[in-house]
């Protein structure tokens, strides 16, 4: 609030922080469902992307669901972080759990000719919050709210997991899907098992999602049932 820099973000707290968890083996398996295309298709055609608030939050999904983000990475994503190609966009991501293969820094997410696309709702939702290419603000931000606008407020700090999470379960409710079901993680959970099923090289799965092992990628993949019985119909029974 003083603005003086969290010491939660010094690399020997952090590092502590890390160890500890290691040590202790508190690591959390993600427990909800992941989040289907489908899903992610309704909560858009239930929303008005006119809205400021509204389109700040289905990026903030849409954007989860297509770089496997955690909510830790995704909320700290700065503008000069992005870059556009007229096919493709670029996120580095230069803080992470994970950097495998010392080369996931990167993002690449490919434009697409749906209203899902990640790209489409990045290009409408930076220019809505008058963010700049070269500003280091943080883009999902608090907003405030005006008479007859809003603005994002403090560059620095990054929106709080507890107001995403409270729009996410409400936006579930309302296309009729069980909030306790999901949670944020979901979104991530969901792109990362829509990718598997689909038969995406584990390679590029892998460094796209920015895992250290297959064991740790594995964790997030729940496979379909056409996957599941692949197994014996490929045993030469």
Known sequence: MAGIPSPTDNPIVEAVRSASKRILGTAILNSKEPISSSVTHDIISSSNLENSVELRNITLYVLSFAGFFRFDDVSRI????????????????????????????????????S????????????????????????IFRPISKGKDSCKLIAPDK????????????????????????FELHSLRSGGATMAANSGVSDRVFQRHGRWKSTKAKDIYVDDDLDQRLSVSKF???
């Open 78 to 113: 700065r503008r000069n972080d992005i870059f556009f190609n007229e096919v493709f966009m670029v996120i580095k991501v230069p803080k992470s759990k994970n950097d495998q293969l010392r080369r996931g820094d990167k993002v690449i997410i490919s434009v697409l000719p």
């Open 115 to 138: 209203p899902a696309c990640p790209v489409k709702l990045l290009k409408k939702y930076l220019p809505k919050f008058k963010i700049p290419p070269d500003s280091r603000d943080l």
């Open 158 to 181: 990054p929106i709080s997991y507890s107001t995403m999470r409270q729009a996410f379960r409400r936006d579930l409710k309302t296309i009729g899907a069980d909030p306790s079901k």
């Open 235 to 237: 045993l030469g029974l």
